[in-house]
């Protein structure tokens, strides 16, 4: 079901209306405010559809409404206070990540994205509604503080306002929910401390993670958990609160450590500041039994202090317990009776602390462990033979550490083992056969350690192995063949190894060492400080040996390969010419392109040739043969940048293929010239258009198709290319356009390759002032969401007459862009004010504040708020204007 609501289902008829679930259609336009009129309305389902517009304050007259949902949708505007009037409201949902299904606002639409963008907070009057027990409205740019007032909370079980930008502190107001089960404030701004008075042990979920709080994390005051069954039963509360539990638990298990376990209540205090030492876990004993597992996290803290038995003390009270504090300063050893205090854990990570001492042989007892990390700690001696007995084990992390002895034959016994990694330790001897045998293992790692004999044949058959690293160990004979997971990379730094020789001498850097996860060289397996020095795997003089042999061997078969390169692999690559004038070929269109007919299309790069120009060069406009043109981007020679943009540019483009990619079709690299070759979009680039649309009228079919093709473009970097790509300069003169005004990416000098592990890249700023994301401005921390806050500012500047730093915003003071004057104007109601002369006379206004809406969804602050490319994508097509709409 399509079209708006209409304004007469609020009249006469809807005065005996007790519920309205108009959810999972896609109807457009705002909720009608004549629906204040139905008096005895108890549930208003209005989720997954187009709707826009605000929430109307008029729903506050419907006294008898236990349920409002309007999530899912594209609504604006404050949170009306008038709710608060709405004195029988149990549930209110504004926002809501998961997908819905069967039987909760059913929707055909599966991909239906959250798009609700509201002002300002939570109304502290809707925070007081007496029987309210759902408030869910995560991801919702809510801001502000928290609401004060909860003086009514008795009723309240469900809080969800995670992902916001909500600052200040947890209000002290909760500490009277008594009924409380779940809160969730994850990943806002808040600060100060954690009040031991908050019910946390009877919640069954508390999450603070990702947030700025500080001070320890207390030992919480013991109370007698109140049963759920004090509340009234209703159905409709029931639902919704069964569903989202649920949802809310499963995207935690996804999210963490947690594999296949039964979870049924997690307490998160990860990502924040807390100090000090966790002597015992925030969770009432009664709460545990024996109903599911109980998942504790407080990692990336700065706990400090050694593991205490408190953490495990309740665990044989659970049918399973997770742990996770890893990436803090613990010290001391792990307790030497942990097998027997804690027989139900099921995940223990305690990397990257300070950890000393041996592993325990009682480890072995933990029958039902799935996942154990050690990894990055300062552990010693040999790995206990007691591991063999872990039968369900899973995950095996111990790198980076200081272990020694062997690899014992009977860890083969792990059949459930999926990852091994035992990287960067001091094991000698040879790597057991059997490895080879274990059916699930996908994870091999074995680097950095002083191992030595063959390595297995085995490796070769094993079916599920997909990683594997025995580099810079002093193993010899063959390599295995025949495997796609065992190759050269994966076993540099052995010199006695009998082939794949121009790799096994290469020796690190200093500034290779390390696996750290920012690393910008896919290419090698470095070399993990600890192992240097006397704990090196090769002495000083070895090191010296094989440095010297690897400059004299490094210079022959640079020469070899070049000369291989240019008889064999340049003939590949279509060359049409010889030398240092040579041109190569990605792409054929039709006619030869050599050296000299590109400078005589340009005229030897003639000034009136040029059609643009940016930071690494000019482009020039080339008639090949007669009706065949080019656009030939020449680049400074002798600049460091330049030379590294033009390496940049073709390692990506030229194995690009998208139909909204400019297509790179050769390219030359000389002493004395160097340049680029793209077919030709005679449109020229979209800030020439933007400048140029006042002498004619433009279309909003027009505009909107711009807008999708650069979306299509950038969602098929950031999620089909492998490894993905950021391009990190997305602007207008950086987006060309054909005559019929299809629109095309280009200028990948400055993109950046993005292992599919990866979530960011450190790497220094590149882009251009007023496109630039805040965060990787602040942090030189770039993901993929640094392109869609570009993204959101060129689509502002494409539906305005404003640049990104226009000179008319200097009277609002220094900083004031384009995003803050979208959001100014949105705020006070003024939207159709942000569009270009002329174009909300002819446009459909909906649609218009949708895009605009979208926009400045894309150049939020908080990352996890903004959508990624693909949901950009899915929302301009909803928002895809009809045939009969071109002008």
Known sequence: MGGAIPDELGGAGCRSLQFLDLSGNLLVGGIPRSLGNCSKLEALLLSSNLLDDVIPPEIGRLSNLRALDVSKNSLSGPVPAELGDCLQLSVLVLSNPYVLVDGLNASDNGDVEDFNYFQGGIPDVVAALPKLRVLWAPRATLEGELPGNWSSCQSLEMINLGENLFSGGIPKGLLDCRHLKFLNLSSNKLTGSVDPSLPVPCLDVFDVSGNR??????????????????????????????????????????????????????????????????????????????????????DENNLAGELQLGLFNKCNSSRGFIVDVSNNLITGGIPVEIGSLCSSLVVLGVAGNRLSGLIPASIGQLNYLMSLDLSRNQLGGEIPTSVKNLARLEVLSLGHNLLNGSIQDDISQLHS????????????????????????????????????????????????????????????????????????????????????????????????????????????????????????????????????????????????????????????????????????????????????????ATGSFNASNCIGSGGFGATYKAEISPGVLVAIKRLSVGRFQGAQQFHAEIKTLGRLRHPNLVTLVGYHLGESEMFLIYNYLPGGNLERFIQERSKRPVSWKRLHKIALDIAKALAYLHDTCVPRILHRDVKPNNILLDTNCNAYLSDFGLARLLGNSETHATTGVAGTFGYVAPEYAMTCRVSDKADVYSYGVVLMELISDKKALDPSFSPYGNGFNIVAWACMLLRQGRGREFFVEGLWDVGPHDDMIEVLHLAVMCTVESLSVRPTMKQVVQRLKQLQPPIRAHR
């Open 213 to 298: 709080l500080s001070g320890s994390i207390p030992v919480f005051l013991s109370k007698d958990c109140p049963s759920s069954q004090l509340l009234p039963f209703d159905d409709l509360v029931s639902e919704y609160s069964s569903f989202f539990e649920y949802q809310a638990i499963a995207g935690f298990v996804s999210s963490s450590l947690v594999m296949a376990t039964d979870l049924t209540s997690y307490h998160s205090f990860a990502r924040n500041n807390f100090t000090g030492t966790v002597t015992s876990l925030p969770i009432a004993a009664e709460k545990l039994g024996m109903q599911g597992a109980y998942a504790f996290r407080a």
């Open 417 to 600: 083992l999926k990852v091994l990694d035992l990287s960067s330790n001091l094991l000698a001897g040879e790597i057991p056969r059997a490895l080879a045998d274990l059916a699930n293992l996908t994870d091999l790692f074995l680097d950095n350690n002083k191992l030595t004999g063959k390595i297995p044949a085995e490796f070769a058959n094993a079916a599920s192995l997909t990683k594997f690293n025995v580099s810079f160990n002093n193993l010899s004979g063959p390599v295995p063949t025949n495997s796609s997971a065992v190759g050269c990379d994966s076993v540099i730094g052995n010199p006695l190894l009998q082939s794949c020789d121009m790799y096994t001498l290469a020796v690190p850097s200093a500034a290779q060492q390390g696996r750290g996860l920012n690393s910008n060289d896919n290419d090698t397996v470095p070399v993990d400080p600890q192992n240097q020095g006397d704990n090196s795997s090769f002495n000083a003089i070895e090191i010296a040996s094989i440095t010297s042999a690897t400059a004299i061997v490094a210079v022959l078969l640079a020469l070899i390969v070049l000369f291989i390169y240019t008889r064999k692999c340049a003939p590949c690559m279509s060359a049409r010419s010889s030398g240092r004038r040579e041109v190569m070929i990605f792409q054929e269109i039709g006619v030869p392109i050599t050296y000299e007919t590109v400078v005589r």
